[in-house]
């Protein structure tokens, strides 16, 4: 069971800044959260992960709220191509994918 | 950069007939895993395998399914006797896990479509 919540769905506009907020308030103190996206309907890829400190990559950053009960992905210059469905899952056990549960994700919708 | 690959990419077959997906993961990843993604819903767990065998499955893989890795390079699902709902798209992925990437593989998935 998706133990995230997530808005259905979000506009940009393209190179502006997209920022998709996550719900897990029921996290505990070991579980990690992962961010994937899935455009159209090709296979999920890995955005980024975090425990408690912010994470930045390549790709995006990864803001995780003191008492971990929300997060927020950002991806600093929005293109069209990131038009996807952004999921936030949050993990029981590090690196172990077998419980990894895709719920709804946010549709986010980058305009020109 | 390295990739999983799977075939076929699109397969349609009549309900009752076995089918099986191929997948070809990372190199040297050891831990090996099936999702489904039945048209507009959620990407939903099958099922996962290390050291050549079953680690975990969930409710969908009944007995129904089975997973193998016949070589060093192959890893394949096979559903015996398909039926309608069967019809999804399947997505094999594979990790290192004990290595902190924290990253899931995924291939571009087959799309089954039972008639």
């Known amino acids: 069971d998706a133990k995230t919540t997530q808005p259905t769905s979000m506009d940009c506009a393209e190179g502006r800044a997209a920022n998709l907020p996550c719900n897990h308030s029921?996290?505990?103190?070991?579980?990690?959260v992962y961010w994937y996206r899935q455009i159209h309907s090709q296979g999920p890829q890995y955005i980024i992960h975090g425990l408690k400190n912010n994470e930045t990559n390549e790709m995006a950053s990864l803001i995780i709220t003191e008492d971990r009960k929300s997060s927020t992905l950002i991806l600093p210059h929005a293109t069209l191509r990131d038009t996807a469905v952004y999921y936030c899952i949050v993990s029981s056990q590090p690196y172990n994918f077998n419980k990894f549960y895709f719920g709804s994700g946010t549709k986010l919708n980058v305009k020109p | 950069e390295p990739e999983v690959t799977q075939t076929p990419s699109h397969q349609v077959t009549q309900m009752g007939q076995e089918v099986i997906l191929r997948c070809v993961p990372i190199s040297n990843h050891l831990y090996f895993y099936w999702y489904r993604q039945i048209l507009g819903q959620k990407v939903e767990f099958l099922v996962s395998?290390?050291?050549?065998?079953?680690?975990?499955k969930s409710e969908i893989f009944d007995d129904q399914f089975s997973v193998e890795r016949p070589d060093g390079s192959n890893f394949t699902l096979k559903i015996r006797s398909t039926k309608l709902e069967d019809s999804a798209m399947y997505f094999c992925?594979?990790?290192?896990?004990?290595?902190?990437?924290?990253?899931?593989?995924f291939g571009e998935g087959s799309r089954l479509t039972v008639l």
């Open positions: 395998f290390y050291n050549n065998e079953i680690s975990e």
């Open positions: 029921t996290i505990s103190g070991n579980e990690y």
């Open positions: 992925a594979s990790s290192d896990q004990g290595k902190e990437t924290g990253e899931l593989f």
